[in-house]
């Protein structure tokens, strides 16, 4: 039983194309967040909803939108892709009570 | 602010050697800290918590305030403990859930 799933893993697009990186958490958390994991492994945070409210946006560009239609659910949705939104995208979920982070397997997105 | 830093983006030991990690963090107010791990293709997944200060897989960190580090140590490397290893701070309490972290410590681990 995966704790946190993401999709797809892999995605290649066309520069300006609009794709959107789905999650899903089975671990009962009320908060989710969303990563993005550059070339060089620099893990930087976008992202993060409690309960469906979106309580963390690190100055990430508008083209990128979260959604969260339950609490289980965090959605990214990119609009006009660039070739440096190239990146693998992590999402997590977190223990309230430990504070520790549940990793997704990562969704690779290539921009050519 | 919250930020954390690790200073060797390599490390490189032989297989029984004793290993360190270096992390060090800046926060005003009482830090909670972590080490992940990343093996190759694989996610992220925690190693340790200072609070819990437990051993993993011969890993220890300890917290040392005075220095606002937390430095990740295991007496003899094993080969596969090859990865990249990721120090991050949170703040304890007042509902704060950002998660920061360092830019990360590639270890290899030779035979």
């Known amino acids: 039983d995966t704790a946190v799933s993401q999709t797809p893993k892999y995605l290649v697009t066309q520069m300006g194309n609009d794709k959107s990186i789905k999650c899903e958490q089975n671990?009962?958390?009320?908060?989710m967040y969303w990563y993005k994991q550059d070339s060089k492994k620099f893990l930087k945070i976008m992202f993060s909803y409690n309960n469906k409210e979106l309580i963390i946006n690190e100055t990430v560009p508008n083209r990128f939108s979260p959604k969260s239609p339950d609490k289980a659910h965090l959605n990214l949705h990119i609009n006009s892709l660039e070739l440096g939104d190239s990146a693998v995208y992590f999402c997590a979920s977190r223990d309230r009570g430990t504070g520790e982070l549940f990793f997704g397997e990562g969704s690779r997105l290539t921009v050519l | 602010a919250q930020r954390v830093t690790q200073p060797e983006k390599l490390l490189s030991v032989f297989k029984g050697a004793p290993v360190e990690l270096k992390c060090n963090y800046s926060y005003s107010g009482s830090p909670e800290l972590f080490w992940y791990v990343q093996y190759s293709r694989q996610r992220l997944q925690l190693l340790l918590r200072?609070?819990s200060r437990e051993s993993i897989k011969g890993f220890t960190a300890d917290l040392n305030k005075g220095e606002t580090s937390f430095h990740l140590k295991k007496p003899f490397a094993q080969e596969e403990d090859s990865a990249m290893y990721y120090c991050?701070?949170?703040?304890?309490?007042?509902?704060?859930?950002?998660?920061?972290f360092g830019k990360g410590t590639k270890l290899t681990v030779n035979p």
């Open positions: 991050a701070l949170s703040g304890r309490g007042g509902g704060s859930e950002k998660l920061v």
């Open positions: 200072h609070i």
């Open positions: 671990l009962g958390h009320d908060t």
